[in-house]
């Protein structure tokens, strides 16, 4: 015999499930920061739209981490100035953020020394930055005990760094850069590269003069028109195949219609012959 489904008990499910979700949305709006809402963090500049999402990642030496306007800061990212909390680093910033950056999930930004990322730049999710390594040079100390090398890091604006990248100190990442998922990149990085590989290296470039070499294999994506409002493309993401297909076959007749016309000039013509 079938067990009866507890009607009661699946209500109250659901019930406490909706107030769950609730109470985590609440929490999440609760403990995001920004500069209006910075919480605990005192960070040396922080601009305005800018976001860090809850649950946050480590965080420390906020007086010398400056992050710029309309950054996305995703949850459980690691932000850190200084090799540890309750430094004094100096009157300049360590960790300088430009406006419009978007670093991904779990993403890690540690700057020991310097550390800068431009604007518009776009992190998947846990990429490792860092501005320091171990050394190794005494084979009878742990390395864990060894004094670390520290170089400044430096990646320019319009850059797209893939999930798991690693950017390791030293490394000077030029302009408009893709970074392929899993890179490891060290040493220079010209402007309008794809660098791929472990250690990286440039698998395709743009130059003024030759274009991307090698070619790219995929046609560029048509852009959004000026004219495009927001509202109209929140619209047109809601529809369905069966609503995007039904304007197609509208201008199908449409287009039989206008092409009608031209076979009619043969029929007069002949019509014209047989009278003269």
């Known amino acids: 015999m079938p067990k009866r489904k507890n009607t009661f008990s699946s209500w109250r499910r659901r019930l406490a499930q909706r107030a769950v979700h609730a109470g985590w949305a609440w929490v999440r709006r609760a403990g995001s920061v920004s500069a209006e809402?910075?919480?605990?963090l005192r960070f040396g500049a922080i601009g305005t739209g800018t976001g860090l999402a809850f649950p946050l990642g480590t965080v420390f030496g906020e007086p010398w981490i400056h992050l710029g306007s309309y950054c996305i800061i995703a949850?459980?990212?690691t932000l850190t100035a200084g090799l540890m909390p309750d430094l004094d680093l100096g009157p300049d910033p360590i960790l300088r953020i430009g406006d419009g950056v978007v670093l991904g999930r779990g993403s890690h930004v540690i700057a020991d020394t310097t550390v800068s990322i431009g604007n518009d730049c776009y992190f998947g999710p846990y990429v490792y930055v860092t501005s320091t390594n171990h050394s190794y040079d005494d084979p009878h100390q742990p390395i864990g005990r060894q004094w670390p090398r520290m170089e400044p890091v430096e990646i320019g604006p319009g850059c797209w760094i893939g999930t798991g990248a690693v950017i390791l100190p030293g490394a000077r990442i030029g302009r408009n850069v893709v970074v392929a998922a899993g890179a490891v990149v060290r040493?220079?990085?010209?402007?309008?590269?794809?660098?791929?590989?472990a250690p990286?290296?440039?698998?395709?470039?743009?130059?003024?003069?030759?274009?991307?070499?090698?070619p790219l294999r995929t046609p560029a994506p048509t852009p959004i028109p000026k004219d495009v409002t927001p509202e109209q493309l929140a619209a047109l993401a809601e529809l369905d195949e069966e609503s995007l297909a039904?304007?197609?076959?509208?201008d199908e007749p449409a287009a039989a219609g206008l092409a009608a016309p031209a076979a009619q000039p043969a029929p007069r013509l002949a019509e014209a012959e047989a009278e003269g």
């Not at 990085?189 to 590989?197: E, K, S, T, W």
């Not at 440039?202 to 070499?213: F, I, K, L, M």
């Not at 039904?246 to 509208?250: I, K, Q, S």
């Open 246 to 250: 039904r304007p197609a076959a509208l």
């Open 187 to 197: 040493g220079e990085v010209p402007d309008h590269a794809v660098v791929a590989g």
């Open 200 to 214: 990286a290296r440039v698998v395709r470039r743009w130059t003024p003069a030759e274009g991307w070499q090698p």
């Open 37 to 40: 809402h910075p919480g605990r």
């Open 75 to 77: 949850e459980q990212v």
